[in-house]
Structures are given as C-alpha cells and as structure tokens.
C-alpha cells in the first residue's frame, strides 16, 4: 500500500507562514512529480506548484513569488514553504505524487493525500 500523509496546515493571520509537508510511504520504486493542489469552498480543485525528481518546479501565478516547493527525493517527502498568506490563499491542501511506480517494471499510477486545512484569517 502507499499513502501520502499531508502534516503542517492551520490557522494563520495574513501576512503569515505556515510550511506543509507531505510524506509518501509504502512499497515506491520512483516518483516523477510531486506537488501540491488546493480547494477551496465552491471552487475546483487548482494546481499550486509541483516538482519533478529532476527539482524542475511549476507555479500558479497567484503564488509565485510566495510559495516555494521543494523536494527530497530519498526520503519521498515533498514541501510547500508559504509566505506572505492572504485570505484568498485559504483552502484544503492536498499533496499529489504522480507517475508514482511500486515496482521498475510497473506502469505509473496517481495518488492524493487526505487533504490538510489551511486558513487565513484578515
């Protein structure tokens, strides 16, 4: 079995910082990406900023510049290090490893964490 289990959300005023991480565990051959979602209340789940094994990194444009994802690889563990929070930065986290292989000869399957809060109060 695998899980991703999300640690690190909460309660925050604006202006705050709050770092999520995300440990992948079980039986894992390798992992491509690994990165973080979030929902919020009556909105479609959104891509926040993913990272590849290589560390080459993706942003939505609405945290550039705030956000810093980073990774380790050995221990399949990935960060979400977040600065400057503003209200419309509150949601439900969720932490994804895609192409993740059990085996060097299984095919790459996707996973999600439970999800983790994170408010921001004005």
């Known amino acids: 079995q695998v899980q991703l289990v999300e640690s690190g959300g909460g309660l925050v005023q604006a202006g705050g910082s709050l770092r999520l991480s995300c440990a992948a565990s079980?039986?894992?051959?390798?992992?491509?990406?690994m990165g973080w979602y979030r929902q919020a209340p009556g909105k479609q789940r959104e891509l926040v900023a993913r990272i590849t094994s290589g560390g080459f990194t993706n942003y939505a444009d609405s945290v550039k510049g705030r956000f810093t994802i980073s990774r380790d690889n050995a221990k399949n563990t990935v960060y979400l290090q977040m600065n400057s929070l503003k209200p419309e930065d509150t949601a439900v986290y969720y932490c994804?490893?895609?192409?993740?292989?059990?085996?060097?000869?299984?095919?790459?399957?996707?996973?999600w964490g439970q999800g983790t809060q994170v408010t921001v109060s004005s």
């Open positions: 994804n490893a895609d192409g993740l292989r059990r085996t060097n000869w299984a095919r790459g399957t996707d996973y």
């Open positions: 079980g039986s894992i051959f390798s992992i491509n990406g």
